[in-house]
């Protein structure tokens, strides 16, 4: 090449790579949500019955298709060093699961492409959370993580509605048709990006913190960014380039990430967030109805107060994180959400539950921003692990979280009274919290708190 790309900086920037992975999420939990209201009435349509039950292993399709291709995945990613190109692939596959789900004829059409759309999910769980670490400096790793998983809010709080709205005015055909207009958008976006490997031979990389700039430096600058490269006046800059790394096999990269006590810690936490985050998903509705009486519409107006504070809450933890460590964050998050999960076991005022739902919802959904800048930091620090084995592990235990969730709480909530039943999944939650904290305490962060702590006093760390 004779000269640099056509936008190189804006396209191999830490803002655009956080816009492109933010859209991806928000894309990706928006059809994932936006077909949640619809199934139910397209399996009557079908002349199917138990529809609740066959909604269930659909949404246990999409998990098992995650958990089942995100080592697979995360190796490839690695092993050959690409991002961009599993993106696109994954945005593919998952434009090709929307139309097979569209057009699916029988219950079993409609699971293949659940565990197809699964595949096309992780793609941007791995490879793009990857991809956005690599592009941005790495004191800012937490705040740009921060803000790209504000897209799990807004693709799960637009999804059920819109669905819902299409389906009403165009039937079963229009809320997937809204899904690909969606993806053929992010598509746009990830054929434009450029990876860091390919900006460093052109001198530019967009990891490297930018130092301030006098007018001169500027006016040079945008001078040689007008000139072409190279030509016999001028000799090309030396390419920049990336330091080699380690390339290991599946069973190293385990071997080395189950050294890491921190590692461990990340990933247990993890489980414990994926089975409280999903435990009260197929219990609340049937909760509230049976408390309060509320129908459906209310039920999702509950909903909405548990989503809407995480639009919030990850970016603010993101940027708290990068400024006073992961470990401090991560334990306020949960010191603070413990209360609430105790008071929604009160029947007393629906107002003090709906409250309770939403601080606890802010405070647990926290968490993820300093898990995801922990895992980062980890991978930085043991030799031949990147940032694609630490989000494969990451999204493959969230997977197995949110698999196991639903189905200890319906179980729960099924075979005790329901009093009892929701008693049990808060207090479940509650104690699951109280685990994540003694792991925290003992081991997140570069100097964990039970370190500092025994510093401070004298006495010998855990």
Known sequence: MSSPPTGLKWRSSYWFATAVVGLGVATDLLVYSMI????????????????????????????????????????????????????????????????????????????????????????????????????SPEKFIGRQLGLAM?????????GPPIGGALYGRFGFRGPFIFGIIICIIDLIGRLFIIERKEALPWGHDPAAVPSPAS??????????????????????????????????SLPGVMVRLLRSSRANAVMIITLL?????????????????????????????????????????????????????????????????????????????????????GLGSFFVSGLISPLMAELAAVSRGIEGVGYGHVYGAFNLVYGIGTTLG??????????????????????????????????????????PMARKLARRFGTRSP
């Open 36 to 135: 949640i209201p619809v199934m139910p009435f397209q399996l009557e349509r079908l002349g199917y019955r138990s529809v609740s039950a066959l909604t269930g292993w659909l949404l246990f399709c999409y998990s098992g298709g995650l958990v089942l291709c995100t080592i697979p995945i995360a190796i490839f990613s690695e092993r050959y060093d690409t991002r961009r190109s599993p993106l696109i692939a994954g945005l593919v596959i998952l434009i090709g699961s929307q139309i097979m789900m569209m057009e699916a004829p029988n219950f079993a059409v409609m699971c293949v492409a659940r565990v197809l759309q699964g595949v096309g999910s992780t793609m941007v769980w791995v490879v793009g959370l990857a991809l956005l670490c690599e592009s």
């Open 406 to 447: 639903p189905v200890i709480g319906g179980q729960l909530y099924a075979h005790l009274h329901r009093t009892q039943g929701w008693t049990v999944i808060s207090l479940l939650a509650v104690g699951l919290l109280l685990v994540s904290l003694v792991l925290t305490f003992l081991y997140m962060g570069e100097r």
């Open 273 to 357: 967030y994926g089975i409280v985050y999903s435990a009260q998903e197929p219990t609340l509705p049937l909760h509230l109805h049976d408390v309060w009486g509320l129908n459906s519409a209310k039920v999702g107006l509950v909903y909405l107060a548990g989503v809407v504070p995480t639009l919030f809450s990850a970016p603010i933890a993101g940027w708290y994180s990068d400024h006073q460590g992961v470990e401090w964050l991560a334990t306020i998050c949960i010191v603070l959400a413990v209360p609430w999960w105790v008071l929604m076991i009160l029947e007393k005022s629906l107002g003090l539950f709906i409250t309770s739902y």
């Open 215 to 248: 007018d001169s430096e500027r006016d040079e600058e945008k001078s040689a960014d007008a000139a072409v490269v190279p030509n016999e006046a001028a000799p090309p800059t030396q390419p920049t380039e990336p330091v080699p790394v380690v390339k290991l």
């Open 150 to 158: 504000s897209g799990m809010a807004i693709g799960f709080l637009a």
